[in-house]
């Protein structure tokens, strides 16, 4: 049974972190109806291998991309390449502020808030659905962009909120290139993890009752596994302007969960 927890955590991993459609805000959703605390208890050895699996899952599909960036920033024609890497790194300091200085207010919208959820669902659909209709232009990303993409990703900390869904939105919004802006969407939020798995194991504080290793490898194979695929397939949706589907979704499940956690 352990074993089988071990796999759908690691393939909801893989799915909702690429995905519009709000990991966090499912997560509350299952502990709403299940009434149940636990899932937030999880072991945070689980939670970093998760995350390492799923931004392993980004660097194996854009490591052409990556390589070439690296190649670039070493290198005396490599000027574009460099204001890239400023750009994703002026896109992760909002996040990295409400993180930082603002943790445990955020917390407070963690805990059985499911009609709030609800509700950042529903602004989720939307922002899919208006970039979706946004003529497409082959703007660049420039200082500007970075920032207001990296607000974006600071609101998406909210429960019900996709990351990828308001970054990628956001940056359509812009009139970003629609390939552009998903390979800044999963670029940026590397550095963001990988921060994060760092502040975590920093602070010691893991539960005391440790996975197995069995456990942890079937977790971290299902999210990297489901990763690259979900991640290959929203690039494939977010260039084909397929994004609406995500938005319906979003609007029937933010509307059952108000209707639900109103008369509950």
């Known amino acids: 049974m352990e074993l089988l927890e071990a796999l759908i955590l690691g393939v909801v991993q893989g799915l909702t972190e690429f995905l519009p459609v709000s990991s966090s805000g499912h997560l509350e959703i299952v502990k709403f109806i299940m009434n149940d605390d636990s899932l937030a208890e999880q072991s945070m050895l689980t939670t970093v291998f998760l995350h390492f699996a799923t931004a392993l899952a980004t660097v194996v599909v854009f490591r052409k991309d990556i390589l070439h960036i690296i190649k670039s920033v070493f290198s005396s024609s490599g000027n574009s390449e460099r204001s890239f890497v400023i750009y994703i790194i002026l896109s992760m300091i909002p996040a990295a502020i409400i993180g930082v200085f603002f943790d445990e207010i955020i917390e407070t919208f963690f805990h059985k808030q499911i009609v709030f959820v609800g509700a950042m669902l529903l602004i989720t659909g939307i922002l899919l659905l208006v970039s979706e209709r946004i003529r497409s232009q082959k703007k660049e990303i420039g200082t500007k962009e970075s920032i207001i993409i990296g ?58 009752n440790m996975p197995s290793s069995l456990y942890l490898t079937i977790g971290f194979a299902a999210a990297f596994l489901t990763g690259i695929a979900a991640c290959t397939w929203m690039i494939k949706i977010v260039k084909r302007s397929r994004l609406s589907y995500f938005a319906y979704y979003c609007f029937v499940v933010g509307f059952l969960v108000i209707a639900f956690g109103s008369f509950s």
Do not use: E, N
Not at 163 to 191: C, E, H, Q, Y
């Open 151 to 208: 607000l974006a990703q600071a609101v998406a900390i909210l429960p019900g909120v996709s990351r990828s869904g308001a970054t990628i939105a956001t940056a359509l919004i812009l009139g970003v290139d629609k390939a552009k802006a998903a390979r800044f969407s999963f670029l940026m939020v590397i550095p963001l993890i990988l921060g994060k798995m760092s502040k975590d194991l920093l602070s010691g504080d893991f539960t005391q």
